[in-house]
């Protein structure tokens, strides 16, 4: 083995890697939203306007969009954080239950979101769209439309993770409620010595 990564850490939890020769990747922020303290909040409603105006429409993913998705995660994602297909799949067994929507205009994928619940915790785990038609309200309906899959299972706290730098990321979470959390996470690696 040439070079180890470590997934998401705590710092606590990173310590140990670090003492035994792993170094420091990347930063990530940690955000929360509270649907307990939200039920009444904008999600609760339909698929966004500017999704349905557009003629744009939220899907349950299906294997034959698996190809373009990877293509948008691919371009929407540097090289170390690309799904792949197992990627993809590891994301939604990451959970006991998972919700994978793909953003579609006349059927084609622009966009997709993979969330998932652990008892009364939700994740958004995966949210990638198409960089050719960011900011057009795509990210905001699949965010909503996870929010509210989690809610109507009775999650209490939805988290998600997004690169320290990854400025255009952050402000979108923290724009529709997402708060940063004290602590981060960090991704460690270890390479061997050549």
């Known amino acids: ?7 998401a850490l705590s710092p606590l939890d990173g310590q140990a890697f670090l003492q035994a020769g792993f170094r420091l990747h990347e930063r ?12 009444t909040h904008r999600f609760m409603q339909p698929e966004s306007h500017l999704a349905r105006s ?3 429409t939220l899907k349950p993913g299906r294997p034959w969009h698996r190809r373009v998705v990877l293509d948008i995660d691919r371009r929407a994602f540097e090289p170390f954080w690309q799904f ?25 994928p622009l966009g997709y979101a ?7 915790r939700g994740y ?3 949210l990638a769209v198409d960089p050719d038609v960011q900011s057009g309200g795509l990210g905001s309906a699949l965010v909503h439309d996870s929010l509210r899959w989690l809610n109507d299972r009775g999650v209490g706290t939805a988290m998600v993770n997004t690169q320290e ?6 402000g979108l979470y923290e724009h529709l ?6 602590e981060g996470l960090l991704v460690l690696r270890w390479d061997a010595e050549q």
């Open 1 to 7: 083995m040439r070079s180890a990564v470590t997934p």
């Open 114 to 120: 993979v969330t998932g619940r652990a008892g009364d």
């Open 177 to 182: 409620g997402f708060r940063r959390q004290p």
């Open 84 to 108: 792949d297909t197992n990627s993809l799949s590891e994301a939604r067994r990451a959970t006991p239950t998972s919700h994978y929507r793909v953003a579609l205009e006349k059927g084609t």
């Open 54 to 56: 557009e003629g744009r």
């Open 28 to 39: 990530l922020h940690l955000l929360a939203y509270r649907l307990d303290e939200r039920r």
């Open 124 to 126: 958004l785990q995966r």
């Open 165 to 170: 730098r990854n400025t255009r990321a952050l």
